[in-house]
C-alpha cells in the first residue's frame, strides 16, 4: 500500500511538471523567492519599527531574556512563533526567513490555488503573479508584522472552504477552513472578516440551508476548540475572556467611532494596490464581474452557477473588508491593514487580461498572447519598482533608536531600568527593562525616586511634550549627556540624546 501511495505521488509530480501551467507556477514561486531572498539580504538587519519590537520584546519575554508588560490587543501566535524560532538561534534574521518571507512565498502559491479553485489555472497563475509583486506585501516581507502570515492562513481558509463546500469535497476541507480560520485569528484579528464573507455568501446562495450541514458545524467547532486555550488564558491574564477586544468591541471603543467621520479614503487604497495599469486592468475587470453578476442573479440564486458563485465570493471578499473599514472601523490605518481585499482584486484583473486575450485572439493569436504577457510585464515592473523604491527608503529608518538600544546594553547592567517612549524597540536592542517618560513633572520626580533609572532618552522618533523636552534643562543637576545622534555630518541637528542619571536628589 506504501509503494502504490508511492508511485500515485511520483506520477502526480510528473504531470504537474509536464503541464505547461505547472512549469510557469513554479517560474513564479521561483522569481517570487528570488526576490525576496535579494532584499532580505540587504534588510534583515534593518532597524525594527515600534510592532516589529513590540513582538520581539513579547518574545524575548516568554523565553525570560527580558521584562516586557504583554499588550492586551497583541493576539498570541505570532509572538509564540517568534519566540519558538528565536529560541533555535538566537538569530534574528532567522526569525525573519521563518514567520515574514516563507508566509510570504506561500501567499503568493496560494493565491494560485484559490485562483484555480474559483475560476481556473489562468486567473490563477496572473494572480499569483500579481501577488509576488505587490509591494505592499514587498515591503511587509521584511518587516516583522502579522501581515503576511495572517494573508497566508486567510487565503488557506478561503481555498479550503470553497474546496470543501462550494465543490462538496470531503469534510476534511471544511474542518481545515476551521483550523486555518482560527490560526489566522490567533495571528490578527482582522482575519474574522472571512466568517462574515463566507456568512454573507452562504446566506445569499444557500439562505440558511447551510446551518443543516454537519460539515460546517465541524468547521465551527474546529475553530471554537482551537481559540479555547487563548481564551481561558486571557481569564486568567487579564480577567477577560475576550480581553483581546479591548480598544476594537464596547460601548465606549462603539462611541468614539460613531463620532468619526467616515474613512472615504479606504477606496483610494485601489489605485494604490496596483498602481496605474493594473489599477485600469482591475476596473475593466470589475466591469465585466458586475454585469455578469446582475444579468445573471437570478441563475445564481436559482440554479448555482459555478463561475456566477466565484464571481459573488471574489466581489465578497473585496467588498465586505473595505465596508468594514470605511464605515464601521472608519479608518484607513496603514495600507497592510486592507491586504485581504488584494487576492479579490488581483482575481478581477486575470478576469480583464482573459476577456482582453479572447477579444484580441478573434483577430491573431499570437498577437493577443503578446499583448496579454506585455500588459503583466509592464504592470508587474511597476509594482516590482515601487516595492524597491519603498523598502531601500525605509531601511534605515529609525536606526539611532536601534544604535541607542545596543549603546545602553553595552553600558548597562541588566538590572538597570531606562526611561524612553521607544519602550518596544529599546526593550529588545538593550535587554533591559524600559518604561515610558513619566509626565508631569511632578510624578517624574516621584518615579525618579522610585525606579532610580539609568538613563533617559529623547528623540524625534515619538511624540514628547514640551515639559518632558524640559527636563535636560530642568534637571541639569542630575542629568547628563552621555550619547547623541545627529541629522547632518556637522552634528548641529539632533534626533536622539541619551541623557544619564548622576543622581537621584532633586
Known sequence: MGEDKVILVRNKIESFLRNKYGLILIGILLFSFIIRIVYFLKTYNQPMWWDEAEYFSIAKSMLGIVPYEYPIQRPVLFPLLIALFYSFTHSEAFVRFMVVLLPSVGCVFMTYLVGKSLYNKRVGLIASFIMSVFWVLMFNTFRVHTDALALLFGLLAVYFFWEGYVKKKDTKYLVLMGLFIALGFLVRLSTALIIMIVLIYLLLTDKFKFVTEKKVWY??????????????????????????????????EFAQKAVKPFAWQVFSYFKLYTQDLFFYLFLIGLVILLIDLILGFDILIKKGDRRLKAHLFTFLLIAFPTIYFTFIE?????????????????????????????????????????????????????????????????????????????????????????????????????????????????????????????????????????????????????????????????????????????????
Not at 529588545?428 to 513619566?438: D, H, L, Q
Open 219 to 252: 468547521s465551527g467547532g474546529i475553530f471554537i476548540l482551537l481559540l479555547l486555550p487563548y481564551l481561558i488564558w486571557n481569564y486568567f491574564k487579564f480577567g477577560n475572556f475576550l480581553a483581546f477586544f479591548s480598544g476594537y468591541v464596547g460601548t465606549q
Open 330 to 506: 472608519r479608518s484607513a490605518g496603514e495600507p497592510r491593514w486592507l491586504m485581504l481585499i488584494a487576492p479579490g482584486m488581483f482575481f478581477v484583473i486575470g478576469l480583464a487580461l482573459i476577456q482582453i486575450y479572447k477579444f484580441v485572439k478573434k483577430y491573431n493569436k499570437t498577437i493577443a498572447l503578446v499583448a496579454v504577457l506585455v500588459l503583466v510585464a509592464l504592470g508587474g515592473y511597476s509594482e516590482l519598482k515601487y516595492s524597491g523604491f519603498i523598502i531601500n527608503n525605509k531601511i534605515e529608518s529609525y536606526l539611532p533608536v536601534k544604535l541607542t538600544g545596543l549603546f545602553i546594553k553595552d553600558n548597562s547592567l541588566e538590572s538597570d531600568i531606562v526611561l524612553s517612549h521607544s519602550v518596544p524597540q529599546n526593550t529588545y536592542y538593550s535587554e533591559r527593562k524600559t518604561v515610558g517618560v513619566i509626565e508631569p513633572s511632578s510624578e517624574f520626580e516621584e518615579k525618579i525616586k522610585q525606579l532610580k533609572p539609568r538613563y533617559l532618552v529623547l528623540s524625534v522618533f515619538e511624540i514628547h511634550s514640551e515639559e518632558v523636552l524640559s527636563y535636560p534643562e530642568k534637571y541639569q543637576s542630575i542629568l547628563k549627556p552621555v550619547q547623541a545622534y545627529f541629522a547632518d555630518a556637522e552634528q548641529t541637528q539632533p534626533v536622539l540624546v541619551v541623557y544619564g542619571f548622576t543622581g537621584y536628589e532633586f
